[in-house]
């Protein structure tokens, strides 16, 4: 049950919504999180229990540990959940890749384990990592409370593909949020701009060219149609990945949450460097404050920095996904933030904006092809039809392809204008005036009911970093 189906739509959220307002506030967080327990559970029966089960550990570790005297005992403490918990990642997510590399390199046959990934299992080892350290540290108190605590990790908006949340900048908002119904308005809004991004927008543009371009042999594809792959799918991957954000942080408005954002047009950067302030910017945050701040930051010499930078990515690209396609992706962009360091940024700057934002975003192109094909050979199969001006086969796209694609360019390139800007501010603002409300009201139903209609239009499409 994804925030887009029928079901979703037309059942559980208006029901839920209802029961969330009618009981007293003392009780709704235990109402929220049975609620967030059963959506995961009803999405990944097989697992509910091992993630309950290391949570619950998680917590217990972390109050033993700030109830030790010694800072050896902390560090044991600390050591034993982060093994458990990066344990498990590694377990579901990188065991047959080991395993499968290790075949190659040495000859053998080792049979590869009948693993299933776990919805959501790389956004909750990273929360459950900010929550250990910064409690460690001391950014934090402990939660005192199983019950709160479970709800952080589990509070069904952001459980499967993020935000990435910190525990505190939601500690305060789980004991004592502000529901209001501006909030819960500017919330339905938000939602509703997501809902219209993903379904009438991100799975128009996969049913109707992306999918289909991806699928031909890449050898066959003509240069026109490879542009045109690449093109869509990096609209489309953006519309869809934001579009989950903006529906979660509107669910979380509803219910007095404010969960941080995830996107800022990353498309109107002007270097790459830009672009990872604007994508993903939890993730970014998070990979910044665990990892590249620990590993020295700016305060090390430049080579070491540069080493620490291609580390970083190359640690992004394996947490998405354990492949030699996500690592030649991380490698990439590694490569790229150095240079940009050394020299490719000053000649960016010294362009005219247009010309280094369309650089910048021929780049990003190039590399979600990494991103989509997930296989070496077929991705350099791809970039030969895209440079090779090849006639190969004309692949037929459909007509209602091109109205999602224009959509998705405006969405994408909508706030390099300053009444572009203020129309977004309207949807992301927290309070309206009653005129701008009954617009919004207006706009927001209207796209409600246009993507319940093309819910059955086109093949179900799950989010894609459901796939992370």
Known sequence: MTFQSSLFLTWFLPVFLILYFVLRKWIRNSFLLTISILVYFWAEPKFVFILLATTCLDFYLVKWMCAASEKSTKKIYLSISLITNVGLLFYFKYTNFFIENLNSALGTEIPLLNVVLPLGISFYTFETITYLVDVYKGVYPPQHSLKNYLLYIFYFPKMIAGPIVRYNEIADQITDRKESNDLLLNGFYRFCIGLAKKVLIANQLAYYGVDKLFYVNPSDLDTASAWIAMLG?????????SA?????????????FRLPENFDAPYTSSSITEFWKRWHITLGTWMKNYLY????????????????LCLIFLISALWHKASWAFVLWGSFYGILLVAEQLFFLSILNKLPKFLSLLITFFLVNISTVLFRMDDVKRTFAFYKALFSYN????IEIRPEFWLPLSMAILFSFIPLSSWGKKLQSYFYEDRNSLKRHLLLTGISLLLFVLALSFNTRVAFSPFIYFRF
């Open 233 to 241: 799918y990096t609209l489309q991957i953006y519309m869809d990945f």
């Open 244 to 256: 989950y954000s903006d529906m979660a942080i509107g669910l979380g408005k509803m219910m007095g």
């Open 293 to 308: 701040i620990p590993l020295g930051g700016n305060r090390v010499g430049k080579s070491r920095m540069y080493v620490n």
């Open 391 to 394: 006639q190969g086969t004309n």
